[in-house]
């Protein structure tokens, strides 16, 4: 690929670093390493389950004994091939693995299995939705699958390493993107977007806490319209989060030294959480040589096209189909169509809340209200103590004109502490709206009793009409139809 | 393609065997022998040759995604040089 | 009772069959032979007495219920590159210390599976690394043949040699051994003895310690041609532990062993009769081919041109696996751990002090020719020759139905001969490499003794899977050959 190929993109202009020299803009790329959800091991026929007794998932093969080989899991080979499809990326029916030989104790084989020259997908593409309302194109370079490694642990003791092999040997697919992504926020999307994906395809479980997931970030800086500079990669990124600000940190870090009249030492880096900041771990110079070369215990991956036929006829709704679905069947805004679609679980919530509702009202309150509360106590949407269930019922008392929208806030507010329904809320507290006009009449007729000289003007100035509504509803303990209220107040103020 | 003397430690330490000084010439021209008599390699046509990996022509054979092995961590451990709670123990691993 | 430790394994099973003697009878037998051998001969490096009674025992249970294997109660020696379940399995190198397998390989599982009672663990070359067995840890073997009128210490081959060596001695029935380069069958061919590295892919290496994997095979050595068709019909297989194995049924190989050859055209290819191979060897070759001859077979000219690259891209593939396939021993989960002052030192202590010379030059030959930079110039361009000589073979399958070769290009030469330079030391092998890269199958028959007195053989080599053919022409070489001699015991 030439640079010209590579170099595709120009960030906004609010995207852009001021700096004492001028702008720069970020150039980054993503490498991400999800687990591939299966049964057994890559290579062997240990259990992936996390959370075991140390050791206790490992097998002959991943513990590396003399003699050991590994047989493929057609599971893992499946849900490569699932995922290079959701990413609208082409399948490779000839693929091989190849062995990365390095030392280390998490490494039983002294190599890892990895694919090099002929990875299992090729060349795709995914659009990315950012929080600025824009939609970018990440080019996707290849997937491939490769073995994981054991875990280190180096707490346990001040002299020694425990060294535990549960890992080793799970599945992992490497996705690595083109550098299109030009800022943090970018980075962090685009991995949202991913994550959505794999999650929505049933091919990872996008568990980032577990370590499902997680990046490699590269990321390089540049005068724009000149040739991206170099770069620095940043080993290991767990969250969306840290992402976007190991992307920044490190753009600020490189801008710095460039206008310090330095040069950037292409190098391997790590991301310390806590700080927020980058620090150097190897460079290029010492950068291991792998000594790649085709695993001879394995012969090539070839791929039957049918099967791949057969994988993609099984593929879910993906989230750009669905939201696509959702703009047209339930008439959502782009930006709601996206949020309630963004995420499998997100989107069942949202499709059980619209059935045979206002699907714009359900989106609503989904979104808004429902998001917001739960964001406000650090929830999960399947922590949510309002089921879709429940939320529908809510929405179905605003339909029915039983409660408006200002009473329906509150018993939302209830609903979230108490996990009743809302109907059970309504009716303890007696908040059903007054449609009633003899009782909304009488309220008003009594305002305009005590308060004559409001009534000119609220002709002369429309502003005190606004008075007027407050007073009546306040007057009907906020159960009035506001509709009603708006009739009966022009009708008896004589305003038009 | 002679092979220097450090071509010979850098090799010795990417395969992490400690070669003292005192070998590292002699092993230099150990190497350089054997790679003399590879070099008669270069006298054989490959255009066009696709690299033979496997004298296997068979396809890839694929297992299923079932767990049929593990759950018995004191046979993985038995051979250890040391371990201890179910891990392995290594000399302490310095990032 | 005659001896029982000379007969072979086809005649011991007939004789355990008829219930002449129990396999506890013969299996005590050869654990005497072997008690009073082997400090002489070195072939064992383990001898699992108990464990060889224990299995006996339950084989004569086994026969007195009328329910036997094809091999049950035959005493085996077992090569120490093959995990035994309970037993130490150090690939003869000082790394791997005492490790002991909680698993058997799968070819001595099948081995056991009918029956077979197992003596011990065999010599060998340092993981499967040499022609004269010298590299062992345990020390090298000695073949138990000696030149006619001398008393000079002679190597068994290798990598085999204890393989060879025991079998030759009838200190086991026949033995398990690997070939990949040739650890079959030069040794078989310096000790008077058969041995067949079959198709790549015919035996499982699931179990067996991995030297270079896209060359490795397990296969017999025996005292027949019979004997050696008995065992890989037993320890052949499909096994899904294995990516490489072949899923293919294992013929039966006895039955091709009498099959006429009346017909078969019989390739001589001219490019190995190379400078400097002792008249004797040639003249033992033109004599087989006048057997075969004899025997119906038509005898074809054939070209084999690439046959003279074949050893160095050898001393390149071979390496550049192994150099991967050892980064395993790092004394970190099994085997014997050196400790440094931090890891890098331990792992390089450890390693240092755990392989032998040679293992060491081959992993940073190998190391070397994967490293950045020369892996174009070294690997891949031997990967492609590789497949130039395999395609010689195909060319040359066109024309024949087996090849006929000397197996090796001298007799068992003397320990040390050939220590001091390890070209000299490859080159045993120029014959038989080919075999291995091209992943088809070889045998090497006695067919005579030079001058010395010490024993020759001749390779058949077939169509990949077409072990009947070779074993039908070997069969015929047997007959011919009428090669009866046997080491006289010095021992």
């Known amino acids: 690929m030439t640079e010209a190929n590579l170099d595709v993109r120009s960030a906004r202009k609010d995207q852009l670093v001021p700096g004492a020299t001028g702008d720069w803009e970020i150039i980054v790329g993503l490498e991400v390493h999800a687990q591939v959800a299966s049964n057994a091991k890559l290579f062997s026929g240990a259990s992936t389950a996390f959370g075991a007794e140390p050791n206790a998932n490992v097998s002959l093969v991943d513990a590396a004994m003399p003699g050991m080989l590994p047989v493929i899991n057609r599971r893992c080979v499946e849900q490569a091939v699932r995922t290079g499809l959701g990413l609208n990326a082409k399948i490779n029916t000839w693929s091989r693995f190849d062995r990365k030989n390095y030392f280390y104790p998490d490494l039983p084989q002294g190599y890892q299995i990895s694919q090099y020259k002929d990875p299992i997908v090729g060349e795709g593409e995914i659009p990315v939705e950012t929080d600025d309302g824009e939609t970018i194109t990440v080019r996707i370079e290849r997937i491939h699958l490769e073995q994981d490694a054991g875990k280190s642990i180096h707490d346990l003791s001040p002299t020694e390493t425990f060294v535990d092999l549960n890992r080793a040997g799970v599945a992992l697919m490497e996705i690595v993107s083109r550098p299109d992504i030009r800022s943090g926020k970018e980075a962090s999307a685009y991995l949202t977007k991913l994550r959505a994906i794999v999650r929505a395809l049933g091919t990872c479980d996008g568990n980032m806490d577990e370590g499902s997931m997680r990046a490699d970030v590269n990321v390089s800086v540049r005068k724009p319209g000149t040739p991206f500079g170099t770069r620095c990669e940043i080993k290991n990124v767990n969250s969306m989060r840290f992402v976007a600000q190991a992307v920044d940190y490190e753009a600020r870090r490189q801008i710095a030294v460039l206008e310090d009249g330095g040069v950037i030492k292409q190098e391997t880096r790590l991301f310390n959480a806590t700080t927020g900041e980058t620090r150097a771990l190897r460079s290029k110079e010492d950068a291991p040589d792998y000594r790649y070369f085709p695993d001879p215990d394995l012969l090539p991956l070839e791929l039957d096209p049918k099967w791949i036929e057969e994988i993609r006829a099984t593929l879910p709704e993906l989230p750009d189909a669905k939201r696509t679905r959702f703009m047209g069947a339930y008439g959502l805004s782009a930006y709601d169509a996206g949020v309630s679609a963004g995420d499998l679980e997100t989107a069942v919530f949202f499709e059980t809340v619209a059935q045979g509702r206002d699907a714009k009202l359900a989106a609503n309150w989904l979104t808004q209200e429902l998001f917001g509360a739960l964001n406000k106590r650090e929830l999960a949407l399947a922590d949510s103590p309002v089921s879709a269930a429940q939320l529908g019922g809510l929405i179905d008392l605003i339909a029915s004109g039983d409660i408006n929208g200002k009473i329906a806030k509150d018993v939302f507010a209830r609903m979230l502490d108490s996990g009743e329904d809302a109907a059970v809320i309504v009716e303890r507290e007696g908040l059903r709206q007054v449609t009633d006009t003899g009782a909304i009449e009488k309220a008003i007729d009594d305002l305009i009793a005590a308060n004559p000289d409001k009534v000119a003007e609220a002709k002369e100035k429309p502003k005190m009409f606004g008075w007027w509504v407050g007073q009546t509803m306040k007057a009907t303990g906020g159960k009035a139809n506001p509709a009603v209220v708006n009739d009966l107040l022009k009708q008896k103020l004589g305003v038009a | 393609m002679a092979i220097d003397e450090n071509t010979v430690r850098r090799v010795a330490h990417l395969a992490r065997l400690a070669l003292p000084e005192a070998r590292v010439a002699p092993m230099a021209a150990e190497l350089n022998g054997i790679l003399a008599w590879i070099e008669q390699l270069n006298e054989v046509d490959i255009e066009g040759v696709a690299p033979m990996t496997s004298a296997v022509a068979t396809p890839l054979p694929m297992r299923e995604d079932v767990v049929t092995e593990g759950g018995d961590a004191r046979k993985v451990l038995a051979n250890a040089p040391k371990s201890e709670d179910g891990f392995f123990v290594v000399p302490k691993v310095v990032e | ?491």
């Not at chain 3, 004789?15 to 396999?23: D, E, T, V």
């Not at chain 3, 099994?334 to 293992?359: C, I, M």
């Not at chain 3, 330079?421 to 091209?438: E, R, S």
Request: aromatic share 8%; net charge neutral; proline share 5%.
């Open chain 3, 1 to 491: 009772m005659s001896d029982l430790t000379k007969l072979s394994l086809t005649d011991a099973l007939d004789g355990l069959a008829s219930k002449q003697f129990s396999s506890r009878e013969i299996t005590d037998a050869f654990l005497a032979a072997i008690d009073r051998a082997n400090p002489h001969l070195n072939a064992y490096v383990a001898v699992t007495h108990e464990k060889a009674r224990a299995m006996a025992d339950a084989s004569d249970a086994r026969r007195a219920q009328g329910r036997a294997g094809r091999l049950d109660g035959a005493p085996l020696g077992i090569k120490d590159l093959f995990c035994t379940e309970g037993v130490r399995s150090a690939a003869c190198s000082a790394i791997l210390g005492e490790f002991t397998p909680t698993y058997e390989s799968t070819v001595t599982a099948n081995l056991w599976a009918e029956g077979a009672v197992m003596l011990g663990k065999l010599n060998m070359d340092e993981f499967a690394m040499g022609s004269s067995n010298e590299t062992s840890c345990f020390g090298n073997v000695i073949n138990p043949w000696r030149s006619a009128g001398g008393n000079a210490q002679l190597t068994p081959g290798g990598s085999s040699g204890g393989s060879a060596a025991a079998t030759s001695a009838d200190l086991c029935l026949a033995a398990t051994a690997t070939d990949t380069g040739g650890s079959i069958r030069q040794p078989a061919a310096f000790t008077g003895t058969v041995g067949i590295k079959p198709t790549y892919g015919r035996c499982s290496r699931w179990g067996i310690v991995a030297f270079a994997s896209s060359l490795d095979q397990a296969g017999p050595i025996g005292k027949t041609v019979t004997d050696a068709a008995l065992m890989l019909s037993v320890m052949a297989g499909h096994d899904p532990k294995d990516s490489t194995s072949l899923p293919v049924q294992t013929p039966d190989f006895v039955a091709a062993v009498g099959r006429s050859v009346k017909g078969l055209k019989i390739g001589v290819p001219k490019e190995y009769r190379v400078d400097g191979m002792p008249a004797e060897i040639d003249a033992l070759w033109e004599k087989g081919i006048a057997q075969l001859k004899d025997a119906g077979c038509e005898i074809v000219p054939i070209s084999l041109p690439h046959t003279k690259y074949a050893l160095p891209t050898y001393y390149i593939i071979a390496p550049a696996e192994a150099s991967s396939n050892l980064a395993r021993y790092d004394g970190m989960r099994y085997g014997a751990r050196k400790v440094g002052k931090d890891l890098t030192e331990t792992y390089e202590a450890t390693r240092a002090s755990g392989f032998g010379k040679e293992v060491q030059r081959r992993i940073l030959i190998g190391t070397y020719v994967l490293s950045a930079g020369y892996y174009d110039a070294y690997y891949l361009r031997a990967q492609k020759v590789r497949a130039r000589i395999a395609e010689d073979f195909t060319k040359a399958f066109t024309q024949c139905d087996a090849i006929l070769t000397p197996t090796a290009p001298s007799s068992a030469f003397a320990l040390g001969e050939k220590a001091g330079d390890p070209v000299q030391m490859y080159l045993n092998d120029i014959f038989t490499v080919t075999t291995n890269l091209a992943g088809l199958p070889g045998i090497s028959v006695p067919a005579g003794l030079d001058a010395n007195g010490l024993p020759l053989g001749l390779q058949v080599i077939g169509r990949a899977l077409d072990e009947e053919t070779v074993f039908a022409v070997a069969g015929a070489l047997e007959k011919a050959a009428g090669f009866s001699a046997k080491a006289q015991a010095w021992w």
